[in-house]
């Protein structure tokens, strides 16, 4: 059994936002590649969770963003994206910093991969806003870890599951 075969939608969902953290679009690639509507869907669910979460830090902190800032980075970003995904992406993103708060949805409502990838670039920018690369990669290292936990601690409250 291969790596991508053992991973979970978490991993898959960290392993998209690493790669647009590096600029890497065969990562980006990779890291969907043979992944079903229904995986995708997870995937897809989990990212919305992240964006959710780094907005709400955002809010909660009052860190302050510059539209251009954010704007100039879903440029950067949403270039690993694969190539008919990558204008979506960069506009939704740009239209949510903005204040087009339907823009994300808008976009992300057309098929479920152009969903996650715009999803994704979202996270992406607003975490890179938020920590910078480094401190990014670790809020996304511990988000693993965290959740890796309660997801192995849920699994011993299933009846048959140890």
């Known amino acids: ?29 990779e890291a969907l ?35 251009d800032d954010l704007v100039r980075r879903a440029d950067e970003v949403a270039v690993s994206a694969p190539p008919h995904y990558e204008f979506a992406a960069a506009e939704a993103t740009r239209a949510w910093a903005r204040g087009d708060e339907s823009a994300m949805c808008a976009a992300s409502c057309r098929d479920l991969a152009g969903a996650v990838h715009i999803t994704a670039v979202g996270v992406t920018v607003l975490g890179l806003a938020v920590w910078g690369p480094t401190g990014f990669l670790d809020v996304l290292a511990e988000f693993h ?8 601690e849920g699994a011993h409250d299933i009846p048959g599951r140890s």
């Open 33 to 67: 590649q043979g992944l079903d509507a229904g995986g995708s869907l997870e995937v897809y669910a989990i990212l919305n969770g992240l964006l959710r979460s780094t907005i709400s830090i955002m809010e909660l902190t009052g860190r302050p963003w510059q539209v």
């Open 145 to 152: 870890q965290v959740t890796a936990a309660l997801a192995d």
């Open 1 to 29: 059994m291969s790596d991508a075969a053992q991973k979970t939608s978490r991993d898959l969902a960290l392993d998209i936002v690493r790669g647009y953290v590096d600029r890497d679009a065969v990562a980006v690639g």
